[in-house]
């Protein structure tokens, strides 16, 4: 299985920079994926790191270094918006034919405040 | 391009009783998901199908828990006989399942109390 951890509550004020971090321990792995989900809605499709690095989209990046296990998201010019949980997940190696399965974090619930 | 359909999204039933999910997934996905997110949690895979095949259910409670894929479409989940500790959304998820990034796509959700 996997061990995901990220904070549970952030908050931070409109147009400010906030860094989500996420750290994890796998037995394989096969990418990380970042999650918005807000309060009673589904999770939704953020960013995906597989090679070490900064992946950037639009005001959204997401870093990854697997050999320290770490991954953050970082979110530019907050806007009200923007307060949600964020999900962590982790895919580990699949068998056969399939890419694996995800675990997922419990999610950074972040507000941000006028 | 329509999303990832579930229905009923709401659900109450008394312990000991039946429930079931009905998942419509993107057209053209080829896998299937069913999570259970309990409250404050981060949602956990309970079975996955690859067309109407099962890949990955490991972590359903069998003795309750069933789901199928008939003609590699839609989905049905049923929980019989439900306990408390069911309460939690069920979300429905579909990919693509190419060799890429194979993103996941999720659904409303439907959030079953109870009682």
């Known amino acids: 299985g996997q061990n995901i951890d990220q904070p549970t509550e952030m908050t931070a004020t409109e147009g400010a920079i906030v860094q989500i971090n996420c750290t994890y321990q796998?037995?394989?792995?096969?990418?990380l994926f970042w999650y918005q989900q807000h309060a009673g809605e589904a999770p939704t499709f953020l960013s995906y790191n597989v090679l070490d690095g900064l992946e950037e989209k639009g005001r959204f990046s997401s870093f990854l270094s697997r050999s320290k296990g770490y991954s953050y998201l970082l979110l530019k010019e907050l806007q009200m918006k923007d307060s949600a949980s964020y999900l962590c997940?982790?895919?580990?190696?699949?068998?056969?034919?399939?890419?694996?399965?995800?675990?997922f974090g419990r999610g950074t619930q972040l507000t941000v405040w006028p | 391009e329509a999303g990832v359909a579930q229905s009923p999204r709401y659900k109450i039933i008394e312990k000991r009783q039946s429930v079931a999910f009905w998942c419509n997934p993107i057209s053209g996905h080829a896998t299937l998901y069913w999570y259970q997110q309990i409250l404050g949690q981060g949602p956990k895979l309970l079975i996955q199908?690859?067309?109407?095949?099962?890949?990955?259910d490991s972590q359903l409670p069998k003795d309750r828990f069933s789901a199928e894929r008939l003609k590699g479409v839609d989905s049905t989940l049923k929980i019989q006989p439900a306990k408390l500790e069911d309460s939690a959304v069920y979300l429905c998820?579909?990919?693509?399942?190419?060799?890429?990034?194979?993103?996941?796509?999720f659904g409303p959700g439907t959030r079953l109390t109870v009682l």
């Open positions: 997940a982790v895919r580990d190696q699949g068998r056969g034919s399939t890419l694996g399965r995800l675990y």
């Open positions: 998820a579909s990919s693509l399942d190419s060799q890429n990034t194979d993103t996941q796509y």
């Open positions: 199908f690859q067309n109407n095949g099962v890949v990955d």
């Open positions: 796998t037995s394989g792995f096969n990418g």
